[in-house]
């Protein structure tokens, strides 16, 4: 046999690609967002390595087969991309030992799809990004990118975000949590504590992304109308000292083996078009091309970078991050380094600034996926 032959004998095991599932849209308010990372990761994925299986979850809640349609979704459309439901349903079932995908229909046999190797869920938010989809795969020990369900959980929660930080020696800022019924039972002490932070403070829903629901409130009588707003995303708000400082972030990948996780170079956010945006708000993010350029690598003092990239793998393993997070930070006039908060499935367009700040650190797109995708295929399922 020649030493070709025999390699490939040796491969001759793994008769087929392993199978990647690749979930997108989701319930959260952030689907659009979810269905155009979607459009960029199965655009780059490697498809003579990997089946790939494009799986969209409607706002219902629904899962169905996507169609080729992703390829054309973008955020600068008029109409926000949407996974639409459909009368087939893809379910994720216990079939033989292994889990397979079956789709099934009204008064039709359900046809099976094949067994998963890995799923991708690119979701963000709420029942996507804070471990409930993860919690779902655990069940059925399925292989999945990204974090587990604590560290989803708490990366999705400002609230607990910050009490794990804080105790982990990261400087948070100052800030108040504010709960339903504190809310409801006595809003003039929940003023209050607001008011000792002093203003302005950024009111945020606990639990939302991509700027949603999130308002800078410059004086204590545009504090409520912040709340309520705030409020039609969580009921669970937390409101923060506005911080004045330069917006660096961190790209961080887990280690391959038992290695410490890698860091890219940080990237800074600047909004050009401050006269329309008084953060970097959803608009800034996401809609207008122009309002904010991304540096990277961020022009910053040597030991800057080195401080932020230790704190951001210090963030990672604080919640007990897998595979993938986005570290931001806030760098002060004074050379402070406060942390705003960790993203366990940051923004994953190829223009995001994940994506873009590991590029900028010699990794391209696909080699990203690829890798995230190898992490999870070698990583044990259950508890490890
Ligand atoms: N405490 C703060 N001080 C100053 N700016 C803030 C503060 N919190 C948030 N911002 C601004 O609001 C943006 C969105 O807030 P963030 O907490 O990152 O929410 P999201 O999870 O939706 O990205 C930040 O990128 C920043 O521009
Ligand atoms: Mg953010």
Request: charged share 20%.
């Amino acid at each position: 046999m020649t030493a070709r032959a025999e390699a490939s004998a040796e491969q001759a095991p793994q008769a087929r690609k392993p199978r990647v599932a690749v979930l997108f849209g989701g319930r959260s308010s952030e689907h659009a967002v979810s269905c155009v990372t979607a459009a960029g990761v199965l655009g780059a994925m490697d498809q003579s390595k990997y089946d790939v299986v494009p799986i969209g979850i409607a706002k219902t809640g629904q899962w169905v087969l996507a169609d080729g349609e992703v390829a054309q979704w973008s955020l600068s459309s008029a109409v926000l991309p949407e996974v639409e439901p459909s009368a087939q349903s893809v379910t994720l079932a216990e079939i033989g030992g292994s889990h397979q995908l079956v789709v099934t229909a009204p008064n039709q046999v359900p046809l099976e799809l094949g067994s998963v190797d890995v799923v991708f869920p690119l979701l963000h938010g709420p029942f996507g990004e804070d471990g409930t989809i993860q919690g779902l795969l655990e069940l059925s020990d399925t292989r999945y990118v990204g974090a587990g369900v604590l560290a989803s959980a708490v990366g999705m929660d400002k609230h607990f975000m910050k009490v794990v930080f804080a105790d982990a020696g990261l400087d948070v800022g100052p800030y108040v949590a504010v709960t339903d019924r504190q809310w409801t039972n006595d809003p003039q002490a929940v003023r209050d504590s607001v008011a000792a932070l002093g203003f302005p403070v950024f009111v945020k829903p606990a639990r939302a992304g991509s700027s949603m629901g999130i308002s800078k409130v410059d004086a204590p009588e545009q504090l409520d109308g912040a709340i309520a707003e705030a409020r039609r995303h969580d009921l669970k708000l937390v409101i923060e000292a506005g911080i004045v400082g330069r917006e660096i972030e961190c790209a961080v990948l887990e280690g391959r083996g038992s290695d410490a996780p890698r860091t890219s170079m940080p990237g800074e956010i600047v909004v050009t078009d401050s006269s329309h945006h008084a953060f970097y708000d959803f608009t800034a993010k996401y809609v207008q091309d122009d309002a904010v350029a991304l540096s990277c690598p961020a022009d910053l003092p040597a030991e800057a970078t080195t401080q932020v990239r230790a704190l951001a793998a210090q963030a990672f393993d604080a919640v007990g991050a897998e595979g993938l997070s986005r570290v931001d930070f806030f760098y002060t006039p004074e050379g402070e380094l406060i942390i705003n908060e960790i993203n366990t499935m940051p923004g994953f367009t190829p223009k995001s600034m994940y994506p873009q700040m590991w590029a900028a650190s010699g990794l391209s797109y696909p080699e990203l996926i690829d890798e995230l995708i190898q992490l999870a295929l070698n990583r044990k399922t259950g508890l490890r």
